[in-house]
């Protein structure tokens, strides 16, 4: 069982940065793909940013690439999502996930095994 923290969201204005992080329990945390969803109000999870479980790949949306960087920290158990140049079509609940299987680029929640709570990031004109 892994359990997963997120932190770090906030309000902001459009063109700030802001650095989530997802911290877990679990010792064998470098075995599993680590994987960050959004939820805007009223929309689905979308799949954000992926990373493998040594931190030597990683996959982003195309709303994203290029704002965002997904990294890893396997002897902290932490990875972290920097955000940069927001905007307030980035305004969601942003959730990090795991999988043992090692996806990390695919788009399906029910893909992922571990889910944590959430983070509330808010961009404002």
């Known amino acids: 069982q892994v359990r997963l923290v997120e932190s770090g969201g906030g309000l902001v204005q459009t063109g700030d940065s802001l650095r989530l992080s997802c911290a877990a329990s679990?010792?064998?945390?470098?075995?599993?793909?680590v994987v960050w969803f959004r939820r805007a109000p009223g929309m689905e999870r979308d799949y954000v940013a992926g990373i493998s479980q040594a931190g030597h790949s990683e996959y982003y949306a195309e709303s994203v690439k290029g704002r965002f960087t997904i990294s890893r920290d396997n002897t902290r158990n932490t990875v972290y999502l920097d955000m940069n140049d927001l905007t307030p079509e980035d305004t969601a609940v942003y959730y990090c996930?795991?999988?043992?299987?090692?996806?990390?680029?695919?788009?399906?929640?029910?893909?992922?095994?571990?889910w944590g709570q959430g983070t509330q990031v808010t961009v404002v004109s």
């Open positions: 679990e010792r064998t945390f470098s075995d599993v793909s």
């Open positions: 996930a795991a999988s043992v299987r090692g996806t990390y680029s695919d788009d399906r929640p029910a893909t992922y095994n571990y």
